[in-house]
């Protein structure tokens, strides 16, 4: 099973822009974190850009394609005229099945997750949508237009939590169970550290008493 994740725009392509951030950026740091957890269940998973980079509409399709990708993702930040839109959406290819499921997968496991307004499921002529030869998804995540949740998209744990919710959804669409992530707590990690330290302090001290002992033995 292989998945290519799309963070939009890029490059000069800034997509959609608040007063602190530009959508580009934002993406780009949720589409890796989503491929990241969708790799450690055993998906093989490509992206459009790994990096600022601009990549055509079109381009972005060529690579899903060209890799025969059996999903395609494609992850985004909202934006409106006014500051009071609000919530998350999911688009999908209409009269698709799979993509429906994945969709509906998707966007649930963010809501639930968020507590984002729940914007629906969505039909729409979205190229990248409508040219990839596969399943295909388009994920909103939120207002960037809107205060308040622009600035939950300036927060990194806010972030990583959405992360989490994209690829559990996705894996929920397509029957695989979620696995926890393995990580060593920090108070581990700084007791591991402390302890390094005293043993290297007390060889350091070890070898000036030695020297001392052999100055008094001259």
């Avoid at 985004?76 to 698709?96: I, L, Q, R, V």
């Avoid at 308040?148 to 939590?161: F, P, R, T």
């Avoid at 060889?203 to 100055?215: A, H, Q």
């Amino acid at each position: 099973m292989k998945i290519c994740i799309d963070p939009g725009h890029g490059g000069k392509q800034p997509g959609a822009v608040g007063t602190k951030v530009v959508e580009k950026d934002i993406v780009l740091k949720v589409a890796l974190e989503v491929g990241g957890h969708i790799t450690r269940h055993g998906i093989e998973v490509i992206y459009t850009r790994t990096t600022d980079i601009d990549v055509s509409l079109q381009g972005r399709c060529d690579i899903a394609n060209n890799a025969k990708a059996d999903y395609f993702l494609s992850i985004h930040a909202n934006s409106f005229t006014g500051p009071s839109a609000n919530g998350t959406e999911t688009y999908y290819y209409k009269g698709d099945e799979k993509g429906l499921l994945m969709a509906r997968c998707i966007q649930e496991s963010c809501v639930a997750v968020t507590g984002l307004s729940d914007r629906g499921l969505k039909t729409s002529d979205l190229h990248v949508i409508n040219e990839t030869k596969m399943t295909a998804v388009l994920h909103e995540i939120a207002f960037l237009s809107n205060p308040k949740e622009q600035e939950l998209l300036l927060n990194d744990c806010w972030l990583y939590k959405v992360a989490e919710a994209i690829a559990k959804g996705f894996l929920k669409s397509v029957y695989i169970p979620w696995v926890p992530e393995v990580v060593i707590p920090d108070e581990e990690v700084s007791l591991k550290d402390k302890i390094d330290t005293l043993t290297k302090e007390n060889e350091d001290l070890r070898e000036k008493i030695n020297k001392i002992i052999e100055i008094i033995e001259e």
